[in-house]
C-alpha cells in the first residue's frame, strides 16, 4: 500500500444493519513518527501564511463581486452610464476589499495576543 493509505474501512449494509470492517492499518514506525513530528512543524510554521493568503483571496472575491455588483447597477441606468461610473466604481469596490484586508489583519492581531 501507499504511504499515504492508513486504513481501509469497508462499509456493508445500510441503516440500523450497518456494519463496518477494517480490512488494512498500516503500523507506525518510529521513522515514520519523526516525519510526522516534522510535517507538523511545518504546518505549524506555514499556517500563519496559509490564513493571510486566505483572507487576501477572500478579499479579492469581495472586490470583484463589488465590482461586479456596481457594474450592473451602472449599466442599468442606460446608454454609457456604466463607463462614466466605472472609476467610481472600481475605487468603492477597491475600499470595501481592502477594508476586508485589514478586518482579517486585526484579526489575526487579536488571535496572535490571545496564544
Do not use: C
Amino acid at each position: 500500500m501507499d504511504k499515504l493509505v492508513r486504513r481501509v474501512t469497508v462499509v456493508q449494509g445500510g441503516g440500523e444493519n450497518r456494519h463496518a470492517t477494517i480490512v488494512y492499518e498500516r503500523d507506525r514506525d518510529d521513522d515514520e513518527d519523526n516525519d510526522d513530528e516534522l510535517e507538523s512543524d511545518t504546518k505549524s510554521f506555514f499556517r500563519p501564511l496559509e490564513r493571510a493568503v486566505r483572507h487576501m483571496l477572500k478579499a479579492e472575491v469581495i472586490m470583484a463581486q463589488e465590482a461586479y455588483e456596481r457594474h450592473i447597477k451602472s449599466a442599468a441606468h442606460g446608454r454609457q452610464q456604466w463607463l462614466l461610473d466605472m472609476p467610481s466604481n472600481i475605487l468603492n469596490a477597491e475600499r470595501k476589499g481592502l477594508k476586508e484586508i485589514r478586518k482579517a489583519a486585526k484579526e489575526a492581531e487579536h488571535e496572535d495576543e490571545g496564544d
